[in-house]
Nanobody, 125 residues
């Protein structure tokens, strides 16, 4: 299974970016999928997730109202639309997928089985 994240870049505060994560070797249709991020010197933190049934979405408080996670099962791809970016959103963003999660574990990185390689997002003033 490979998850290929893309779409990162250098933007200014207030701009938007859309990250993509394309999967190969496995269908994500029945998985819980998520985005995490990691800044230098900090632990990896949860950003957003969609539960496998599509019945539940979860967002970190820091991105609520600005970021939107979505999935396209036909393309086996997940997305993260990021609006109103702030300098504190600067990080490497990772996509993840897992089949064994329950609702209460959606925010735990240890609950995910598959990870993308990360894509850098840098937000400047």
């Amino acid at each position: 299974v490979q998850l290929q994240a893309s779409g990162g870049g250098l933007v200014q505060a207030g701009d938007s970016l859309r990250l993509s994560c394309a999967a190969s070797g496995r269908t994500l249709r029945r998985d819980t999928v998520a985005w995490f991020r990691q800044s230098p010197g900090k632990e990896r933190e949860f950003v957003a997730a969609i539960f496998r049934s599509g019945s539940s979405y979860n967002y970190a408080d820091s991105v609520k109202g600005r970021f939107t996670i979505s999935r396209d099962n036909a393309k086996n791809t997940i997305y993260l639309q990021m609006n109103s970016l702030k300098t504190e959103d600067t990080a490497v963003y990772y996509c993840a997928a897992g089949s064994r999660l329950i609702l209460s574990t959606m925010g735990l990185s240890s609950a995910y089985d598959y990870w993308g390689q990360g894509t850098q997002v840098t937000v400047s003033l």
